[in-house]
T-cell receptor
Framework: DADVTQTPRNRITKTGKRIMLECSQT?????MYWYRQDPGLGLQLIYY???????NKGEISDGYSVSRQAQAKFSLSLESAIPNQTALYFC?????????????FGPGTRLTVL | TQLLEQSPQFLSIQEGENLTVYCNSS?????LQWYRQEPGEGPVLLVT?????EVKKLKRLTFQFGDARKDSSLHITAAQPGDTGLYLC???????????FGTGTRLQVFP
């Protein structure tokens, strides 16, 4: 079984709808991250969490919110989706001892906002 | 704003050719990682370099960290179709708690 899972894998929604993307991990890591990937832009950090009580904004947090329900679960919400939020979204985890620790990525969620 | 520029953006080559991908920044990294991403999957770590001038090899892949810790390169010898994918560098800049990812190099190796 995969260590980092994301649901749903694909989602098509309409402008203005509220969307939640979920991430679960079985690696026992404290640190979790949400990234967005657009063609030609690499990965951009949306939010990151170093533990259940520590949540931080990344480079592009506007229009997004997160919830760290437990060590193993980190959800990303789009309160009112807009077309330019169409992208591939990745969740990642890391051990959290050093920044050089490996980040383990989920398989991604492809979101389309019409 | 700390940026990582990768070049080339796209690379299409025949099996057996050699290639080099570059990752550059105007800022100094404390460490740098290279990831490979295949279609439909998340990125997977290939290597981490920490020391300026460091060279690491992973089979046919050679990774180098610049002496000034502002750049890195990935060289693939005798590329194979299985090397096809998106290659991403990611830098850890001093005094930050997170990685900054580069723009990516999409490699296609034809049989």
């Amino acid at each position: 079984d995969a260590d980092v899972t994301q649901t749903p894998r694909n989602r098509i929604t309409k402008t203005g709808k509220r969307i939640m993307l979920e991430c679960s991990q079985t690696k026992g890591h404290d640190r979790m991250y949400w990234y967005r990937q657009d063609p030609g832009l690499g990965l951009q950090l949306i939010y990151y969490s170093f533990d259940v009580k520590d949540i931080n904004k990344g480079e592009i947090s506007d229009g997004y919110s997160v919830s760290r329900q437990a060590q193993a679960k980190f959800s990303l919400s789009l309160e009112s989706a807009i077309p330019n939020q169409t992208a591939l979204y990745f969740c990642a985890t890391s051990r959290g001892v050093e920044t050089t620790d490996t980040q383990y990525f989920g398989p991604g969620t492809r979101l389309t906002v019409l | 704003t700390q940026l990582l520029e990768q070049s080339p953006q796209f690379l299409s080559i025949q099996e057996g050719e050699n290639l080099t991908v570059y990752c550059n920044s105007s800022s100094v990294f404390s460490s740098l990682q290279w990831y490979r991403q295949e279609p439909g999957e998340g990125p997977v770590l290939l290597v981490t370099v920490v020391t300026g001038g460091e060279v690491k090899k992973l089979k046919r892949l050679t990774f180098q960290f610049g002496d000034a810790r502002k750049d890195s390169s990935l060289h693939i010898t005798a590329a194979q179709p299985g090397d096809t994918g998106l290659y991403l560098c990611a830098g850890d800049f001093y005094n930050t708690d997170k990685l900054i990812f580069g723009t990516g190099t999409r490699l296609q190796v034809f049989p």
